[in-house]
């Protein structure tokens, strides 16, 4: 039985370059992002509009969600809708890049509505709050890696 839980988290983290040298990193995150892959659904350039199916690395056969660019300011902010395969929305994502001195802020937010996995809601207790509390920090610690991967691919200067 599965259960729906909002997924709202706020990350944030300074690298040292500028949003230039970061943006093409929010426009293609699948070096450092771990979980889903965006695969582009049609030809349509980067940018508002353009669509995508979410997939695992491994099974990118099967569509988790779907996801579409709906705003787009370049070097600063990003934002995606998210949509189940079926189309209901499921929430928002944004990247946004703030200069910080000779470095650059970027955040990560995300708010969504999402089914929590069959086998999380089957391993635990009766204790849903629980659940949703491990479910969403769990969520935001991977996000927290993540923008650490980032920067350290674009500090770094290496795209392995």
């Known amino acids: 039985m599965s259960e729906s839980v909002d997924l709202v988290t706020h990350n944030d983290i300074v690298v040292r370059a500028s949003a230039r040298q970061i943006w093409p990193y929010i426009v293609d995150p699948t070096k450092w992002k771990s979980a889903v892959r965006l695969i582009a659904v049609d030809g349509a350039p980067c940018g508002i509009g353009r669509r995508y199916r ?36 499921i929430g928002f994502s944004s990247w946004e890049l703030t200069p910080a001195g000779r470095a650059t802020k970027v955040t990560y937010d995300v708010y969504c509505q999402l089914q929590m996995p069959d086998a999380v809601v089957s391993e635990v207790s009766t204790d849903r709050s629980s659940t949703r509390e491990d479910f969403h920090l769990a969520n935001h610690r991977r996000f927290a890696e993540e923008l650490t991967v980032l920067k350290r691919l674009v500090e770094g200067g290496t795209d392995e």
């Not at 491994?58 to 600063?76: A, M, S, T």
Request: aromatic fraction near 8%; charge should be negative; proline fraction near 3%.
């Open 54 to 89: 979410a997939a695992m690395p491994n099974d990118r056969d099967n569509v988790l969600f779907l996801v579409e660019d709906v705003e787009w300011f370049v070097e600063r902010r990003r934002t995606i809708r998210l949509n189940e395969a079926e189309g209901a929305l």
